[in-house]
């Protein structure tokens, strides 16, 4: 049970599902993926108040050739970040909620891509991509 977590429902099944249709596609294409999500905030309290609802779902995407390695990814890799709020007043266009990993590590403290040389971290996470169509 640590893999879920408290889902509006639009969220779920429009902007979220899209998302990870988006993913399956870049792995159709033949990338690899390596995906880190989670989730921040929230003061709304279910299930007697032992689960709290966050107020925002996370996922940073990097979509690398096959057996490409850390250590040899480049400024020009695909990788990509959203933070969608937790509500039912979404917009099902994920591609609306994307930001910089800066933003997204600021707002949760995480070093997200830390082990990627510094420098092509310190390109990466400054970048708003838009991914592939």
Same mark, same amino acid.
């Given at each position: 049970?640590?893999?879920? &977590?408290?889902?509006?429902?639009?969220?779920?099944? @429009?902007?979220?599902? *899209?998302? @990870?249709?988006?993913?399956?596609? =870049? #792995?159709?294409? +033949?990338?690899?993926?390596? #995906?880190?999500? +989670? #989730?921040? +905030? +929230?003061?709304?309290? $279910?299930?007697?108040?032992?689960?709290?609802?966050?107020?925002?779902?996370?996922?940073?995407v990097a979509a690398l050739t096959p057996g490409q390695r850390p250590e040899n990814v480049t400024k020009d890799a695909i990788v990509f970040a959203v933070d969608v709020p937790n509500n039912n007043r979404i917009s099902s266009d994920?591609?609306?909620?994307?930001?910089? &990993?800066?933003? %997204? *590590?600021?707002?949760?403290? %995480?070093? =997200?891509?830390? #082990?990627?040389?510094?420098?092509?971290?310190? $390109? %990466? @996470?400054?970048?708003?991509? @838009?991914?592939?169509?």
């Amino acid at each position: 049970m640590t893999n879920i &977590i408290p889902q509006a429902s639009k969220n779920n099944r @429009e902007t979220w599902r *899209e998302l @990870e249709e988006y993913c399956r596609e =870049l #792995v159709d294409r +033949g990338y690899e993926l390596y #995906v880190i999500a +989670g #989730v921040y +905030g +929230g003061s709304k309290q $279910i299930a007697a108040k032992n689960v709290t609802v966050p107020s925002q779902t996370w996922k940073v995407v990097a979509a690398l050739t096959p057996g490409q390695r850390p250590e040899n990814v480049t400024k020009d890799a695909i990788v990509f970040a959203v933070d969608v709020p937790n509500n039912n007043r979404i917009s099902s266009d994920w591609r609306r909620y994307q930001v910089s &990993i800066d933003t %997204l *590590e600021a707002k949760t403290r %995480l070093d =997200l891509l830390e #082990v990627l040389p510094d420098a092509i971290e310190a $390109i %990466l @996470e400054s970048q708003v991509v @838009e991914p592939p169509r």
